[in-house]
């Protein structure tokens, strides 16, 4: 019985401190400014940089895909809770691990920046608020997200900064260390909203810093004193969002 009552008791405990947390708040609001339950129940379709993509991600379910053609053929990854595939011309090729890291890499890069911020609310997620600060002369909550190991994926160790306007809860600026191909910090500024079907999704412009390892928590600072050098831009084009009802 002893058991029992400890179990139910950090169970409390954890609930208590989750709805608690002033982060998870803040990204509760942004969901809902950016489309809330109707991520869950859409498909996004755009294309970028030459290429074709279909993002669909729920609680219970998530499918990836991109297209696009080589001088091989038509060429197809879908990446989805049973694992990556490519087909070529609609024939499934075999591939080596290492190409499989890669393109699930590609792929779920792609798909993570393009549903922001549904995703911060991934199990693997630990939400810290780091208050409200202001940038570019208007008022925004930061929220710095990291992941667990187990759930995290292969780029856990990576970690974001969001800013999410004070008012609106719309997010306007990013941060993120990474440590694939290299490693290194990028900055990101919201520039365009495509509001379409009750979702809204975001391009951006792509910074880096002029020494690679600049600390995360620096670049804010170095973006406002035009110390951050534009690396290209963000942009999806032809967005279309299919409601999955």
């Given at each position: ?30 969901i809902t400014a ?23 991600k729920s609680p ?186």
């Amino acid at each position: 019985m002893k058991k029992f009552i400890v179990l139910g008791l950090l169970i409390s405990f954890l609930v208590g401190c989750k709805e608690n947390n002033p982060a998870q708040e803040i990204v509760d609001k942004a969901i809902t400014a950016h489309g809330g339950k109707s991520f869950e129940q859409s498909t996004i379709e755009f294309d970028f940089r030459e290429r074709s993509y279909s993002i669909f991600k729920s609680p219970e379910a998530f499918e990836y895909s991109r297209e696009f053609t080589d001088s091989t053929g038509l060429i197809k990854d879908v990446l989805n809770n049973a694992g990556f595939t490519r087909t070529v011309n609609g024939v499934e090729v075999s591939l080596e691990e290492k190409q499989i890291a890669a393109f699930t890499n590609s792929v779920n890069s792609v798909a993570y920046f393009a549903f922001l911020p549904y995703g911060l609310n991934d199990a693997a997620a630990i939400k810290t608020s780091l208050g409200q600060v202001t940038m570019e002369g208007k008022p925004y909550e930061l929220v710095k997200v990291t992941f667990v190991e187990e759930g995290g994926g292969e780029d856990f160790e990576d970690e974001f900064l969001y800013w999410f306007d004070a008012d609106t809860f719309k997010l306007a600026y990013l941060a993120y260390s990474f440590h694939t191909n290299e490693g290194g910090v990028r900055f990101r500024k919201a520039i365009r909203e495509h509001a379409v079907n009750g979702l809204i999704l975001l391009d951006y412009e792509n910074y880096k810093p002029k020494i690679k390892d600049t600390p995360l928590e620096d670049l804010a600072a170095l973006f406002e004193a035009g110390e951050l050098e534009l690396l290209s831009e963000i942009e999806m084009e032809d967005v279309r969002v299919k409601s999955k009802q």
